[in-house]
């Protein structure tokens, strides 16, 4: 039994962005489902949002809220503080800053536009039986995405990285967020070079490779192709 537990599933960027720190620093965890639309009652008592992920450490406690914490920002935070190496965080205070807000902005901003408008009127509407709602993936894809993609692309400037030269939690939130689009749509980021060749570079990485490999494979069963939205 692995010492920590994230509940939710791999088909979540944010359950993928703890799973992929549980990777880098190669801590052994393991993913316990659960539905966060149609969640067991226990769950809500440890996730008073009703939102996935929780961590579970069961060397603090394996029953109850105690042992638990909830938000991936959280329980990424206290992954480095448990398992300190490899950082993911920088120790240069500027960029320690940098790389919580480049994180927070994909959380909040590219995960929320691109999840609310293309991730969820394409999946959502396949699972329940009909036709992906394209119209409102291609209007979010040519008009909320590109200001959110220009200022990642003006961050990222001539570096591999979001900050300093090394991965932060700040690149492995953007590429699970990002890919979260990628699950259902064609990513097709020609304008913006620098974006484009940061996600092949975290791609590449076994720790967002392989919960991504886990959501796709949960995700072609209900959508075998991704769309195209130009
Ligand atoms: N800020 C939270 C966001 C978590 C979140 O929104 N998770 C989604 C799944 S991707 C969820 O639980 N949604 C449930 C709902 O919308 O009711 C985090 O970083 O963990």
């Given at each position: 039994m692995a010492e920590l537990v994230i509940y939710?599933?791999?088909?979540?960027p944010f359950v993928r962005k703890v799973a992929a720190c549980c990777i880098e620093k190669d801590v052994e965890y393991e993913i316990e489902a659960v539905?966060?639309?149609?969640?067991?009652?226990?769950?809500l008592d440890i996730s008073p949002m009703k939102r996935i992920p929780v961590l579970r450490d069961r060397s603090v406690?394996?029953?109850?809220?105690?042992?638990t914490i909830a938000d991936s920002s959280a329980i990424c935070a206290y992954l480095e503080k448990k398992?300190?190496?490899?950082?993911?965080?920088?120790?240069h205070p500027y960029a320690h800053g940098r790389a919580l807000w480049i994180e927070e902005y994909a959380d909040t901003n590219l995960a929320a536009i691109g999840g609310l408008g293309i991730f969820r009127p394409i999946f959502f509407s396949v699972t329940q039986?009909?036709?992906?709602?394209l119209d409102t993936a291609r209007e979010t894809w040519s008009t909320k995405m590109p200001p959110i993609f220009d200022y990642l692309e003006a961050s990222l400037?001539?570096?591999?990285?979001?900050?300093?030269?090394s991965v932060s939690i700040a690149d492995i939130t953007v590429a699970c967020c990002l890919m979260q689009i990628g699950l259902v749509a064609e990513l097709k980021l020609d304008r913006w070079p620098a974006l484009a060749a940061h996600l092949e570079r975290m791609k590449a990485r076994d720790s967002i490779a392989v919960p991504f490999a886990k959501a796709e494979r949960a995700v072609r069963k209900a959508l075998p192709e991704v769309c195209d939205l130009s």
């Open positions: 939710g599933s791999p088909i979540s539905n966060v639309f149609d969640p067991p009652e226990w769950f406690a394996s029953e109850g809220q105690e042992g398992h300190p190496e490899p950082a993911l965080y920088p120790h039986g009909k036709e992906p709602d400037g001539d570096n591999d990285y979001f900050v300093h030269d």
